[in-house]
């Protein structure tokens, strides 16, 4: 062997080095060498092994670990994300009560207002109506609730108060004010109509002022008269 080959650990030995030397054997694989002279000889002893075979056993440990730690943080990620889930599920179900109890609470103070409250959708159909919207209109709200407007009461498009209904609707601009109002079986009522755009379509509340215009009527006369 060349002494320049000072990789070998036989070179090495001759070239006076003992004790752990790492190097590469005759075929190039990597070895770590325990190189001792032989007492009152030139001769040496080494023993060697290969450095594949010495880190075998702690390749092995470290693919283990890798493949422990591995499963441990898919097992951590899978807890983690049924926690958030459950969680998650919690503060819906807890929102949607929430929101349950509040939209109970207004239906309910809807329900029982003094005024009239109705909702119409964009195709004028009666979506929602109170007591008292019902009782303004002298129709059981069962007989309006999925007709339209125009269905219950024919004529009411050519009037003044479907005209502020319906730029309401299309432009989304709140109305006020006074109207006067002719059912089909030839009755009259005056109302004072609050008139507001919502998600669905418009939302009115309503009051009937009638005995309050009729006696606005007689104080008119009365003062003609006099």
Known sequence: ???DQTEVPAVQAVLGHTGIVQGLEYDGIEVLADVRSIPGSPWFLEARVGTQ???????ARVRNLAALVTVLLLGAGAGTGWIWRQQRER???????????SEARYRAALDNML???QIIGFDWRYLYLNDSAARYGRVPKEELLGYTVMEKY???????MFADMAECMQFRQPHM??????????????FEFSIQAVPEGIFI???????????????RRVNLVL
């Open 53 to 59: 075979e010495i880190f075998a056993p702690l390749r």
């Open 91 to 101: 503060f819906l179900r807890q929102r949607f009560e929430l929101q349950r109890q």
């Open 115 to 117: 005024e009239g409250a």
């Open 1 to 3: 062997i060349p002494l």
């Open 205 to 219: 509340l309503s009051l009937d002022i009638t005995a309050r215009r009729e006696a606005e009527e007689a104080m």
């Open 177 to 190: 004010g006074e109207y006067h109002f002719e059912y089909p079986d030839g009755r009259n009522a005056w």
């Open 154 to 160: 024919p004529g009411i498009e050519v009037s003044q």
